[in-house]
């Protein structure tokens, strides 16, 4: 591909799920990769394995050294390390802990990077900031506000990002999947069970899906294609699609 071919490419999360699967396939299609994660282990396994570069850590805190490890550019950036945390329903404890990091790591470490790297994509005139958001970003996810909230404010940002900058040459993608089987939907307990299991995806898919959209020149990458039903549903008749949400929340509960 020739967006990708050579380009300079960090992958946050990358070392396993969704993340390891985008650096795979940026490696494959001819660009150097940065391998990020807080799994230093899993991120020099991958980074081993695609012949890139492993940078274990904070993803709100390495573009500057990954932008050293490339050699003074980057011009790709994959905001994909996120974290699912549960709670939020009413009558639990308020977990100040989970919202917090839910913010720092599903949007201000997107943030961070954006700030970080858009002086000299502006000064150049080209940059690809790709972000994983969610379905939940579109929608919502029952049981787990601080990520559904989160996940919004992560697609607000993307939109933001493109909607400002797009006529100065930045490239932005928002990859919305519902279930995708990897150790985040382990953990989603009953409720991922329930709504994501059964149309679950394997990372591959979500890579697949990324490389058409930037063939295509995309802003909203759908995985999962009969998001874009729910989402237009959502979106032209709210009081019928939150009655049928709150039908599955009871559905959940009752198997609690």
Excluded at 62 to 86: H, K, S, W
Excluded at 144 to 164: D, Q, R
Excluded at 229 to 246: F, I, K, V
């Amino acid at each position: 591909m020739e967006a990708v071919q050579g380009a300079k490419v960090v992958v946050t999360g990358a070392g396993g799920g969704i993340g390891a699967a985008l650096a795979r396939r940026f490696a494959a299609q001819g660009a150097r990769v940065v391998v990020n994660d807080l799994d230093a282990d899993g991120a020099k396994a991958v980074a081993e394995e695609i012949g890139g570069i492993a940078l274990p850590g904070d993803a709100a805190t390495i573009v500057t050294e990954a932008r050293d490890a490339l050699g003074g550019t980057v011009d790709v950036y994959c905001a994909n390390a996120g974290v699912g945390c549960d709670g939020g329903d009413v009558g639990e404890p308020l977990d100040e802990r989970a919202w917090s990091l839910s913010w720092d790591v599903n949007v201000m470490a997107h943030v961070r990077a954006a700030h970080a790297l858009l002086p000299d994509w502006l000064e150049r005139g080209s940059g690809r900031f790709v972000s994983t958001v969610s379905a939940a970003g579109l929608l919502t996810m029952i049981g787990a506000a601080p990520y559904s909230v989160t996940k919004h404010g992560a697609y607000a940002f993307a939109e933001w990002l493109s909607l400002t900058y797009r006529h100065r040459g930045l490239k932005v993608h928002a990859i919305c999947p519902q279930g995708v089987r990897t150790g985040m939907l382990d953990a989603s307990g009953s409720a991922g069970d329930l709504m994501l299991r059964p149309t679950a995806i394997e990372p591959d898919d979500v890579a697949d899906a990324l490389f058409r959209g930037i063939e295509e020149d995309r802003f909203l990458i759908l995985p999962h294609p009969e998001v874009a039903e729910y989402y237009r549903a959502r979106a032209t008749d709210p009081e019928r699609w939150l009655g049928g949400m709150n039908r599955i929340q009871q559905q959940w509960e009752a198997t609690r």
